[in-house]
T-cell receptor, first 113, second 114 residues
């Protein structure tokens, strides 16, 4: 069974640019959530999608957005990049039951210069 | 607000000695609790989960954790540390009462000394 796939693994962008990250969940998982991980703030929740609808949103500015497609693949977009957006972005998917746990991808390492 | 506290930011043990990583959570509703491990430049891997079936939970790689409701704790243990256990460990809570996101502890870095 394939795991959660995140692409690309590494990105270097310039301040002011925008970026799109992709996440393909485990087959059959309809819930996809995104997290930002930095040394200073730890793991912070960005948003969660379920069946193409955003179900929860974390405390991030509007520059951070996401969407989910009918095949459950998800993308997140960050516009007008700032140096502080440099982080590891992790995607996780889960089956219908929360109790079954979340499976995480390997992440996309974004560096903003 | 719901929260998770990992009591140690860094734990260092010698190879072959026991490991104890401590986690406490704030109590509102019935929680589900997880421990995840993260090796450098990798995603998070599920070690074990508590879902109210049994208070002592066994996970992968010899790890186990005990849910103690009276102490609102879910400490992670392993009888004998291995060099490959060196990693970052996260205690994670989700409240099943609603569709709430995961709440992460700040992590505990485990070092294993030969």
């Amino acid at each position: 069974k394939a795991g959660v796939t995140q692409t690309p693994r590494y990105l270097i962008k310039t301040r002011g640019q925008q970026v799109t990250l992709s996440c393909s969940p485990i087959s059959g998982h309809r819930s996809v959530s995104w997290y930002q991980q930095t040394p200073g703030q730890g793991l912070q929740f960005l948003f969660e999608y379920f069946s193409e609808t955003q179900r929860n949103k974390g405390n991030f500015p509007g520059r951070f957005s996401g969407r989910q497609f009918s095949n459950s693949r998800s993308e997140m977009n960050v516009s007008t990049l700032e140096l502080g957006d440099s982080a590891l972005y992790l995607c996780a998917s889960r089956p219908e039951q929360v109790l079954d746990g979340y499976t995480f991808g390997s992440g996309t390492r974004l560096t903003v210069v | 607000a719901q929260s998770v506290t990992q009591l140690d930011s860094h734990v260092s043990v010698s190879e072959g000695t026991p490991v104890l990583l401590r986690c406490n959570y704030s109590s509102s509703y019935s929680p589900s609790l997880f421990w995840y491990v993260q090796h450098p430049n990798k995603g998070l891997q599920l070690l074990l989960k508590y879902t109210s079936a049994a208070t002592l939970v066994k996970g992968i790689n010899g790890f186990e954790a005990e849910f103690k409701k009276s102490e609102t704790s879910f400490h992670l243990t392993k009888p004998s540390a291995h060099m490959s256990d060196a990693a970052e460990y996260f205690c994670v809570v989700v409240w099943v009462s609603g569709n709430t996101p995961l709440v992460f502890g700040k992590g505990t870095r485990l070092s294993v000394i030969a």
